[in-house]
């Protein structure tokens, strides 16, 4: 007599919880719902809770239960900021009953399904996707980061585990105190849409950008919060040295305006999508991202993949993605001068140029979106093991 065949395993249900899971478009949400895609695929149950709205940016992948939130606070109120876990949301989740709960913000929303988790014994993954301490800067609030740092401390510490994009960044949250688990989620690139063959001179002309002007670009949400201001300083400066060059901006946001005023003769090509961003980010000569606040910087590594050459902060995510000299240039954060520098030396060698972008290039073809997401998968069932689950 045989053994009977053992009882066909349960699918993993995961309930995911996002403060901006579609309805405004970042980087950070689009990583997002490629996981959940992924997971999808994998045979993985996934329900998502996140404020939503009637005119989401992109369509979401997955089932989405709205919780209910208000405008962010401070002039950005495109932004919504969940109330917690209110009665509605969470009885769905107990009728979902989550194997796993999955976080990927430290906001009323996060802290409240953490809590709910951890009251029923349910593991906890966590993942990091901005800097959210640096953005008080910006904003005449750099008095209460220390309050942040150790909000964010406690968040991370009730968690199972802590998935981020870089090293660098395990790094920040070990300086934080933070003492859970961390391991490595790190990010893909579309390399058909971001190739150099994408790029197009002729897009460029209907922008007013000559053959043979070098532009440096800017990519990315345009909020304060990106380096707007350094960018702009940056650009005072290489007028002043007499440095040739033209500014090509890709994407929208509510600090447009402002930006628009500090460098008036810029080319705006508003906000870009799918194989139009493709285009967009190959037709730039050099992107400039002095950003302080990724984990990872996708920008970065689209440009990368472009074969752009790309000047950047030496700061989280930058600094795991570029070889300087190599692959890119990394600068002192707010030094103004040495961004120029850089800058200036890309424009005015043409080999150089082609040299880097080339390197960066092939760099790129090591970012990957299923290995990257097939990472996270590998740790649920760690952390469901190491639980006895």
């Known amino acids: ?37 992924h997971l999808l695929d994998r045979g993985v149950q996934v329900r998502v809770y996140s404020p939503t709205t009637r005119t989401p940016a992109f369509e979401a992948r997955g089932e989405v239960v709205d919780v209910p939130a208000v405008a962010m606070p401070g002039g950005r109120g495109e932004y919504r900021l969940g109330r917690g876990l209110p009665r509605k949301p969470r009885r ?18 996060g802290h409240a399904a953490v809590t709910w988790a951890r ?3 349910i593991p906890v ?26 909000i964010l401390r406690r968040f991370y510490n009730r968690a199972d585990r802590v998935l981020v994009p870089t090293p660098s960044m395990a790094e920040v949250l070990r300086d934080f105190g933070v003492t859970s688990p961390i391991s490595i989620w790190g990010r893909g690139v579309n390399h058909r849409r971001f190739h150099p063959d994408q790029r197009s001179l002729e ?9 043979d002007e070098l532009a440096i670009g800017f990519l990315g949400r345009l909020v304060l919060e ?12 290489l007028e002043a040295r007499g440095v040739p060059h033209r500014v090509l ?13 500090r460098v008036p003769n810029a080319a705006f090509a508003g906000f870009q999508s799918g194989d139009d961003l493709g285009r967009a980010v190959a037709s730039m000569d050099m992107l400039f991202n002095p950003s302080v606040t990724e984990t990872w910087g996708q920008v970065t590594s689209e440009a990368m993949a472009a074969g752009v050459p790309v000047v950047a902060a030496r700061a989280t995510g930058a600094v795991d993605l570029l070889e300087e000299g190599r692959t890119g240039f990394l600068v002192t954060p707010q030094d103004v001068e040495a961004y120029a520098d850089a800058i200036e030396r890309l424009v005015r060698d043409d080999a150089l140029r082609a040299r880097i972008g080339a390197a960066a290039h092939v760099r790129a073809q090591d970012f990957r979106w299923d290995a990257a997401n097939e990472a996270v998968l590998t740790a649920y069932r760690e952390v469901l093991a190491a639980r006895g689950r």
């Not at 897009?203 to 053959?211: E, K, P, Q």
């Not at 990106?226 to 400066?237: I, T």
């Not at 946001?253 to 005023?261: L, S």
């Open 92 to 109: 769905d989740l107990a009728a979902f009953a989550p194997d796993l709960v999955h976080v990927s913000a430290p906001e009323f929303l």
């Open 119 to 121: 009251r029923r014994g």
């Open 1 to 37: 007599m045989t053994d009977p065949s053992p009882a066909p395993t349960s699918p993993l249900r995961v309930a995911f919880f996002s403060g901006n899971y579609n309805y405004v478009r970042d980087g950070a949400n689009q990583a997002q719902n490629l996981l959940v895609g």
């Open 249 to 261: 901006v890709v994407g929208k946001g509510p600090a447009q305006e402002w930006f628009a005023e």
């Open 203 to 211: 897009w460029r002309r209907s922008l007013g950008i000559a053959d």
């Open 226 to 237: 990106k380096g707007l201001g350094v960018f702009a300083d940056v650009l005072r400066v």
């Open 125 to 150: 993954v966590a993942t990091v996707h901005t800097r959210f301490e640096t953005y008080f800067q910006y904003y005449g609030l750099a008095a209460i980061q220390p309050a942040i740092k150790a």
